[in-house]
């Protein structure tokens, strides 16, 4: 029997398809990143469809909230932990993996996914595609064999790349090879808006009065978000917002880089003003519970968290780097230089003390994120590179109202 093919909106559509392509995503781990919230929405946005058959394979047998979501969606988790990237044990548990589930297109997130998967791919004959999600500073901050193995990876033949912004396209042409990469940017799903009266609870549990500003950033405690910028910003913000609490939302996963936090903390006197609240799985309503999205970061490529953000109605004061200006342009948010914190200072006390500001900001941005990057126009995006690029284009038709992804041709920065 023929599989019926159906659309986003579970309208069926009249195409022959002779069987659901064997899909596989490749993710480094289930941390409450952006690269791993967009594989999970993903996952939600396909299941049940007859055209496709999705298998994740996570490089890591961490247990996390993401992980559990991705479970409950049905969606086969094949968990492939290692020593290191070369681990040739995974390695091949991972090309016995793939020949089992007879994929046949993988589409890799991340660097370790990228460059194993890209091997691996390659080996077997299936088509590849990566995502680049971030700038090339974060590239240059690996070790030099990790960064061969990773650039040999991605000028293999067949492998196909997209980037999440035209900024991060640009910043990584000298690392992908000559053939570019397609540009589709990343998307928020209406499912990270949180329920009405969540807002009130959450406040209530984190015990913030009526009268206090929450100020929130949602990232791993890393160099690249730059949170000791962040302090040394919203000591500033304090001396003049004595009604500012600052939410710090994200795994410690460098301790040192924590301890040090801390200790930054103390000596500026923030006290109970500033909450590190960890890795939360109700991102959603901590984001309801707060009054205005912050970023410090040194760079980005096209932050997801500022979507959710967006998606929830907070006005954003974030650093000038990767897609931001591009995402908010005419929302009224407000961009600053990176590395500045008076600069970061000045901004959020401007959101806060401008009549209006923050409530026509809030309007712009949700509109903004739910409008023009919501999930069904960027599934369909993949969809349609997947089966231009893969083995097979049968199972899949572009639907003539979702524009072709374009091709960011090769351009190396000045």
């Not at 991340?110 to 500073?137: D, E, Q």
């Not at 196909?160 to 690392?175: F, L, M, P, S």
């Not at 650093?319 to 961009?335: H, S």
């Not at 026509?360 to 690029?389: D, F, K, N, Q, S």
Request: net charge positive; with cysteine; proline share 6%.
């Amino acid at each position: 029997m023929k599989a019926a093919k159906i659309d986003l909106q579970g309208h069926a559509l009249a195409v022959d398809d002779p069987a659901p392509l064997r899909l596989g995503y490749m993710i480094d781990t289930l941390l409450t990143g952006g690269a791993e919230r967009l594989v999970l929405t993903f996952a939600e946005a396909v299941r049940g469809r007859a055209d496709m058959s999705l298998t994740v394979f996570v490089l890591s047998d961490l247990e996390t909230p993401f992980l559990q979501r991705l479970r409950d969606t049905g969606t086969r988790v094949v968990l492939l932990p290692g020593r290191n990237l070369v681990d040739l044990g995974r390695f091949r548990r991972l090309v016995t993996a793939l020949r089992a589930h007879r994929i046949e297109y993988l589409h890799a997130h991340l660097a370790s996914s990228s460059t194993l998967g890209a091997y691996a791919a390659r080996l077997l004959g299936i088509p590849f595609i990566t995502t680049i999600h971030n700038v090339k500073p974060s590239v240059r901050r690996i070790r030099p064999g990790r960064r061969l193995l990773q650039g040999i990876a991605m000028r293999l033949p067949g492998v196909n790349k997209i980037a999440v912004g035209e900024a991060v396209a640009v910043a990584a042409a000298g690392d992908i090879g000559p053939a570019g990469c397609r540009v589709v940017p990343n998307a928020v799903s209406e499912n990270v808006v949180a329920p009405f009266g969540a807002r009130a609870r959450l406040r209530r549990e984190l015990g913030l009065g009526d009268e206090q500003v929450a100020l929130v950033c949602v990232g791993a405690i890393i160099g690249q978000k730059a949170h000791e910028v962040l302090l040394d910003a919203f000591a500033a913000i304090r001396a003049r917002a004595p009604q500012a609490v600052l939410l710090l939302v994200g795994d410690a996963r460098d301790a040192p880089r924590f301890e040090a936090l801390l200790a930054q903390a103390g000596q500026l006197g923030l006290g109970d003003e500033l909450r590190f609240l960890g890795m939360r799985s109700d991102i959603p309503e901590v984001l309801a519970a707060s009054d205005i999205f912050v970023s410090a970061s040194h760079w980005e490529g096209a932050p997801v968290s500022l979507l959710e953000a967006m998606a929830n109605g907070l006005p954003p004061v974030v650093t000038d780097v990767g897609e931001n200006a591009l995402v908010l342009e005419g929302t009224g948010a407000i961009l600053v230089r990176p590395r500045d914190p008076e600069a970061l200072a000045r901004g959020v006390l401007e959101m806060i003390e401008t009549k209006g500001l923050a409530e026509r900001t809030a309007h712009a941005v949700r509109e903004r994120a739910l409008g023009r990057y919501g999930v069904a126009t960027w599934v369909e995006r993949l969809l349609a590179i997947y089966a231009e690029t893969g083995r097979r284009s049968d199972w899949h038709r572009a639907r003539p109202d979702v524009p072709a992804p374009r091709l960011q041709p090769r351009r190396v920065p000045r």
